[in-house]
């Protein structure tokens, strides 16, 4: 999305994918790759507008030492607004001081995935539809929201649960205001200029892990953000805050309160953020090894808690220090 181009609600409300010629639609293809990316179920919130902090105020990014390697690991908020730039100084000047950004997936790369392949796991084949999939009152409720955001009848019937999922949830944000080409990940891979990029996982990676939930699991997922909608741009803003203020705890207490809110989301958040921890966690103690400094942008709820990322790598013997 070139310049200073903002996403639209009109974009997402179109058909996605041509039944009849098997292609996805081109002019979406990087709204697409946005929407996958949006994986973390906290990585909704957005920051609303504001410059760099004072001096001494804390950042949601944390220096972790080795006896070779430096790494600044900072929590990433996904969707963001224009005005909320520019980031804190220190932020930008731990940027500055490395050689190599790592990010989740680089969503600036989409050659890595394959097209065919996504619209297997995003889509149902042939007859097959979403009313086959889930109960009568989780259809009546995805109903009440394609009403809602004027979405057509095409996406209601062959998009799967998890993608139906991110599909509100994106229009819910843009909606509001909130734009992926924004977000701190952008902000640094477009910035990134000759620094080495590294992915943690890819776009593909994040794709399965979505496709692979039970039905059960999509459908509790679905259910789970349709209830959020009304009260998303009201929670991104305490989200938001926390954010700013690099208040870790906070965060990690609107993080346990989600997840003990809704129990047949359980199985969703060990898959969608737990287990996730632990690997990304061992892709960073590997920048560890080297004799690099390294920028990681990693999705804020992945950092925090006594199963996040930076207490697992505390946990290894690795000097932490928020910044």
């Known amino acids: 999305m070139p310049g200073d181009q903002k996403p639209n609600c009109s974009t997402l409300c179109q058909p996605w ?23 973390a179920l906290v990585s909704a919130s957005s920051l609303s507008s504001g410059h760099a902090g004072a001096a001494g105020q804390k950042n949601f990014m944390w220096k972790v030492r080795s ?55 995003a889509f149902y084949p042939g007859e097959d539809t979403l009313e086959k999939h889930v109960s009568r009152q989780t259809y009546e409720l995805v109903t009440r929201a394609f009403d809602k955001y004027g979405l057509p009848a095409e996406i209601l019937a062959k998009e799967r649960p998890w993608f139906l999922a991110l599909t509100l949830t994106a229009l819910e944000l843009l909606k509001s205001g909130y734009d992926p080409q924004y977000g701190v990940d952008m902000h640094f891979l477009t910035k990134a200029g000759e620094k080495k990029i590294v992915e943690l996982e890819s776009l593909e990676q994040q794709v399965t892990l979505l496709s692979g939930f039970s039905d059960a699991e999509q459908e509790a997922f679905l259910v789970h953000t349709i209830k959020e909608l009304d009260s998303m741009s009201a929670e991104s803003d305490i989200l938001m805050r926390t954010w700013k203020a690099g208040d870790a705890s906070g965060l990690e207490s609107i993080l346990s309160k989600n997840a003990g809110s809704d129990q047949g989301m359980a199985a969703v958040y060990e898959k969608i953020l737990y287990a996730r921890n632990r690997s990304m966690a061992s892709r960073v103690e590997g ?16 950092l925090v808690g006594n199963r996040g990322i930076v207490e697992l790598l505390r946990t290894k013997g690795y000097s932490v220090e928020q910044m």
């Open 17 to 39: 994918y041509n039944f009849d010629d098997m292609r996805i639609c081109p002019a979406r293809k990087n709204m697409l790759l946005l929407l996958l990316f949006f994986i």
């Open 287 to 302: 920048l560890l090894r080297s004799n690099d400094t390294c920028f990681v942008v990693v999705g804020a709820a992945h």
């Open 67 to 121: 006896k070779t390697a430096t790494v600044y690991l900072l929590g990433s908020i996904h969707y963001m607004k224009k005005e909320a730039y520019p980031l804190n100084i220190v932020i930008e000047d731990a940027f500055s001081k490395s050689n190599v950004l790592a990010v989740e997936a680089n969503v600036n790369d989409p050659d890595k995935l394959y097209f065919s392949r996504l619209i297997d796991q």
